[in-house]
């Protein structure tokens, strides 16, 4: 069972168009042009890789957002967050952006850890690399489904260093201690799930889940979800919204109570498209 990774493309029906220009450099006035590299690897797997877009003048304060796709963590490609690269770009001209593949889980390589080590291995490339690239170590996250799942987790468990500003999930699992999971009699959900394999331990679930893992110094977090969605149920939001709110941490919450697992199938939800992409950007200025 495969994951439908949500699309904003319809969003990019009603922006102005735009264009990269040369950009300006850190110091001595030098200019640096826009840079937009793409495959740049970071391990020897050939999906350990990802596009990075740095913006003109950008300086060793640019902040960086990384998006990370959706597929069930064992399909997907970065190419898939094309639209919200857009998007960025289009909004935000001054935020280096980041879309990464990860490496993708079969029967003998499971999701966890390697993704979320993939992942760290990202970070660790966009610090060693950051005075080459002109960037800070000041990161968003933004994934959709599965890389919902993973940019939490990895914001609210391996940022050891706290340099996640905020995180974006949109229709991400957050607890696979759910009732709705664990006592669920659907067979293709149950095979979805299966993925972090078959009568898991309590202890391993709750490890791999973002809402047990979320602390005090959790990053911000906005949270959109569909109320017909046969894959992540709505009380995968709603937890996760209660906790942060229990430990004090900025949050935001989005129910569309007619959406499925992602929006933009059609045209009757360009609005859902267009308020989602609205609430990411008011929230993108508020906490990166």
Not at 15 to 42: A, P
Not at 44 to 71: A, C, F
Not at 125 to 147: H, P, R
Not at 238 to 245: A, F, G, I, Q, W
């Amino acid at each position: 069972m495969k994951l439908i990774t949500p699309t904003l493309s319809l969003i990019l029906f009603f922006l102005l168009s735009f264009s990269c220009s040369d950009d300006s450099g850190d110091s001595n006035s030098e200019k640096l042009e826009s840079l937009k590299l793409t495959d740049v690897s970071y391990g020897s797997d050939s999906n350990q890789i990802y596009d990075i877009y740095l913006p003109e003048d950008r300086t060793k304060q640019t902040k960086v957002m990384i998006l990370v796709h959706g597929g069930g963590w064992s399909s997907g490609d970065k190419s898939s967050m094309d639209a919200l690269i857009g998007l960025y770009r289009a909004d935000f001209p001054d935020i280096a952006l980041v879309n990464i593949n990860y490496r993708l889980s079969d029967e003998n390589n499971p999701p966890y850890p390697m993704q979320i080590d993939d992942i760290t291995s990202v970070i660790n490339q966009l610090k060693a690399k950051k005075d080459d690239y002109v960037i800070s170590e000041n990161y968003g996250f933004l994934g959709t489904s599965a890389g919902g799942h993973l940019s939490l987790l990895w914001s609210y468990a391996f940022d050891t260093q706290n340099n996640v500003n905020m995180v974006c999930s949109i229709v991400g699992p957050t607890n696979f201690l759910d009732p709705a999971y664990t006592n669920n009699t659907d067979p293709l959900l149950q095979e979805l799930l299966n993925v972090y394999g078959v009568n898991p331990s309590e202890d391993y679930l709750k490890e791999v889940s973002p809402l047990h893992r979320a602390t005090t110094t959790s990053p911000p977090t906005i949270l959109f979800y569909g109320g017909q969605d046969p894959l992540v149920p709505t009380s995968q939001g709603t937890d996760l919204r209660d906790k942060l709110n229990t430990l004090n941490v900025a949050n935001e919450f989005t129910l569309y109570p007619d959406a499925g697992h992602g929006w933009g199938a059609n045209p009757n939800e360009i609005a859902l498209l267009l308020d989602t992409w609205s609430k990411i950007k008011s929230f993108t200025l508020a906490y990166l």
